[in-house]
């Protein structure tokens, strides 16, 4: 069974950083595509930043250059760098792993992790 767990610094300052944690153990593909999802309050979840197993990235509007995944194979981690934050980014976020395409097409991946609160201050 795959499991994916998170940790990270989950209360920052408006204005702050802070870099979010995904460990994957049990199984991982070969070929994949991981995924940092937010949930937010009134805010469908959504996908804010992936990275396949070639180390191509794609990030949502609203995270393009202020957010940064990557990974660190040898560590079997999966990171999200997250500056400059706001606060109607508060909300839970949750790294994922499903075999490629990245592109889900209305689907969810069936590997989470357990979902971090970040909190962003004003």
């Known amino acids: 069974q795959v499991q994916l767990v998170e940790s990270g610094v989950a209360s920052v300052q408006a204005g702050g950083s802070l870099r979010l944690s995904c460990v994957v153990s049990?199984?991982?593909?070969?070929?994949?595509?991981m995924h940092w999802f937010r949930q937010g309050l009134v805010k469908e979840r959504e996908s804010v930043a992936r990275?396949?197993?070639?180390?191509?990235?794609e990030y949502a509007d609203s995270a393009k250059g202020r957010f940064t995944i990557s990974q660190d194979n040898a560590k079997n981690t999966l990171y999200q760098q997250m500056n400059s934050l706001k606060p109607e980014e508060t909300a839970m976020y949750y790294c994922?792993?499903?075999?490629?395409?990245?592109?889900?097409?209305?689907?969810?991946?069936?590997?989470w992790g357990q979902g971090t609160q970040v909190t962003v201050s004003s």
């Open positions: 994922a792993e499903h075999f490629l395409p990245c592109d889900l097409d209305g689907t969810w991946p069936p590997f």
């Open positions: 049990g199984y991982t593909y070969s070929t994949y595509c």
């Open positions: 990275i396949d197993s070639g180390g191509s990235t």
